[in-house]
């Protein structure tokens, strides 16, 4: 049963590790900043961060396990996206750097577009996982704006 679980496991850490970082990294540097509307309290982030990095998880072990010509492709997109996803924290709340946040996050929302695609193409589910990370980021770059035109 552990055979069967492991990479699941192992994957689902991978992102939870690096989220959990960039988190810890920016933890003394979070508000004091103009929130824009529909902003959501403070304790859904982590909430919904850490269930989309489960699917993000979740979703790499099916296209890994998958064999298909665009498989490599996807993998690199999906660490790309988990990169610029680590680097937009720093970015964001570390050096509050909103316009340049805006720009990695658009960025990281195309490679997101891409991934899903290669995703899709290897396994149906793998690429509809991720569909909620994509509206997800989508949301994010509204929130990114919107403090970005507020301070």
Same mark, same amino acid.
């Given at each position: 049963?552990?055979?069967?679980?492991?990479?699941?496991?192992?994957?689902?850490?991978?992102?939870?590790?690096?989220?959990?970082?960039?988190?810890?990294?920016?933890?003394?540097?979070?508000?004091?900043?103009?929130?824009?509307?529909?902003?959501?309290?403070?304790?859904?982030?982590?909430?919904?961060?850490?269930?989309?990095?489960?699917?993000?998880?979740?979703?790499?072990?099916?296209?890994?396990?998958? *064999?298909?010509?665009?498989?490599?492709? !996807? +993998?690199? #997109?999906?660490?790309?996206?988990?990169? /610029? &996803?680590?680097?937009?924290?720093?970015?964001?709340?570390?050096?509050?750097?909103?316009?340049?946040?805006?720009?990695?996050?658009?960025?990281?929302?195309?490679?997101?577009?891409?991934?899903?695609?290669?995703?899709?193409?290897?396994?149906?589910?793998?690429?509809?996982?991720?569909?909620? *990370?994509?509206?997800?980021?989508?949301? !994010? +770059?509204? #929130?990114?704006?919107?403090?970005?035109? /507020? &301070?």
């Amino acid at each position: 049963m552990w055979q069967k679980i492991k990479p699941y496991v192992i994957a689902c850490l991978i992102p939870l590790v690096i989220g959990g970082l960039a988190s810890w990294l920016t933890k003394d540097y979070t508000g004091g900043y103009t929130k824009p509307l529909l902003s959501p309290p403070d304790w859904l982030f982590p909430v919904v961060w850490t269930i989309l990095y489960i699917l993000m998880g979740i979703s790499s072990v099916i296209v890994y396990q998958g *064999y298909h010509r665009n498989r490599e492709r !996807a +993998l690199l #997109l999906y660490l790309l996206q988990l990169g /610029l &996803n680590f680097v937009w924290t720093i970015v964001f709340f570390r050096f509050q750097a909103y316009l340049l946040a805006i720009v990695i996050l658009a960025v990281m929302i195309v490679v997101i577009t891409a991934m899903i695609m290669d995703f899709y193409k290897i396994n149906y589910l793998a690429g509809w996982l991720q569909i909620p *990370y994509l509206y997800w980021c989508f949301f !994010a +770059l509204y #929130l990114t704006a919107g403090v970005y035109i /507020l &301070n």
